[in-house]
């Protein structure tokens, strides 16, 4: 998590940042007063953030903590709080940022094909991108080319931020090309005919490749899905973007934001995918979307305290390599030095109860506000633990010996 304070040169007045690899220092000059004021804001705010004063903090960190175990074991867990705050922040920039035009003036574009954007024009792309970094930005972008576009989100987002989507759009294009920006709620069971009748107006689509929502009953999402492996572990996934790019044999165009500091964004661009109409739409599409999660999966390692989707990824998750849980019982018996074991269990509570979570396996358990207490303290006392209950949490590793 970045420290930051106000800092001041000779001649310049701005933010200091600090990360944990570098310094930076951003000048009112580059961004706006009130971004920069913003920003410190967030920043402080987060840095400060005591997520267990707050129970659904406190349950979702266990969550993301949990998927960051599984997916990226190698991240030492005494990272994890920290990447939660920071996806926090992110979350919140992103949403700050999504008004403000000008930010596009700092954004670097990546691997961006001259004649990309008259290319869309001519025809409509599916832009396929992800909920890493800023990642409404490329929203503006399209705006700022005159590119019309109809943006597939879930249907809770429409609802608490489609008119704040359609009224941006507005603003900034002027509100001369109303018919230039859509929203489709991707969990009708009408989402795919909307989108092709979108494209075939000669609008693009934007579709977040990492969301968990899809279009129709469970048992058709199902239907739609196909298991991939993504990093450490295996996932199951959407493939209606396949299906759609060759029935209506419109190219693909994967673009990821990410942040390389504070205020270095950056979108990076694939290569245009193509339909191969020779293969059949099945295959194409599971082919799809390998090359897709291939694409994002380095700036999740790289990045992943700016991947919102920590946030849903267990719903989606399909454990194939579980976490090593083994150790000797006999020294449960030679020692006193007993911990909670942080590493593959968390703890959170409701208003009305208190549970034992399992990293490994996304599993809650019910426990008594007693034991609860118990398991919070820095050492635990085994006299005060029933002995059958104590064996049982060493036998699965919910405590330890140091």
């Given amino acids: 998590m970045p420290l930051r304070a106000w800092a001041e040169t000779k001649d310049q007045v701005g933010v200091l940042i600090i990360f944990p690899k570098e310094v930076v220092f951003i000048s009112n000059g580059m961004l706006s007063k009130n971004y920069i004021r913003q920003l410190d804001l967030f920043c402080r705010h987060y840095a400060s953030l005591d997520i267990w004063k707050d129970d659904k903090l406190a349950m979702q960190y266990n969550i993301v903590s949990a998927s960051l175990l599984n997916f990226l074991p190698d991240i030492d867990v ?181 942040r390389k500091s504070v205020t270095a964004i950056a979108l990076k661009f694939h290569d245009m995918i193509y339909p191969h109409q020779n293969m059949d739409r099945n295959t194409f599409a599971q082919t799809l979307m390998e090359q897709l999660y291939d694409f994002a999966s380095p700036f999740i390692r790289a990045y992943p305290e700016q991947w919102e989707a920590w946030l849903y990824l267990h719903k989606v998750a399909n454990i194939i390599n579980p976490v090593d849980t083994t150790h000797e019982m006999r020294h449960l018996y030679q020692s006193d030095n007993l911990v909670f074991n942080d590493r593959l269990f968390g703890l959170f509570k409701t208003s009305t109860a208190h549970y034992l979570f399992n990293k490994a396996s996304y599993m809650s358990y019910p426990i008594d506000k007693h034991l609860y207490a118990l398991l919070q303290n820095p050492r635990i006392e085994k006299n005060n633990i029933d002995v059958n209950l104590l064996t049982e949490l060493y036998k699965h590793s919910a405590i330890i010996t140091t």
């Fill in 78 to 258: 005494n990272r994890h709080e920290s990447i939660y705050r920071s996806l926090l922040l992110h979350q919140r920039l992103s949403v700050f940022e999504q008004d403000r035009p000008a930010i596009l003036e700092n954004v670097s574009m990546e691997n961006l094909a001259a004649g990309t954007w008259a290319a869309i024009k001519q025809h409509p792309a599916i832009i396929c991108t992800y909920h890493l970094g800023s990642y409404r930005l490329i929203n503006l972008l399209l705006v700022k080319y005159n590119l019309p576009f109809s943006l597939v989100i879930a249907k809770s987002v429409i609802k608490s931020q489609g008119g704040t989507y359609a009224a941006l759009h507005n603003q900034i294009s002027g509100g001369n090309n109303d018919g230039d920006f859509g929203l489709i709620d991707a969990e009708e069971p009408t989402a795919a005919i909307q989108m092709l009748r979108s494209l075939k107006k000669g609008k693009s689509l934007v579709v977040y490749v990492d969301g968990n929502t899809g279009s129709g009953s469970v048992a058709r999402q199902k239907e739609n899905s196909c298991p991939l492996s993504f990093l450490h572990q295996q996932i199951s996934v959407r493939k209606g973007i396949g299906f759609l790019a060759h029935a209506s044999n419109t190219p693909v165009l994967p673009v990821i934001c990410y």
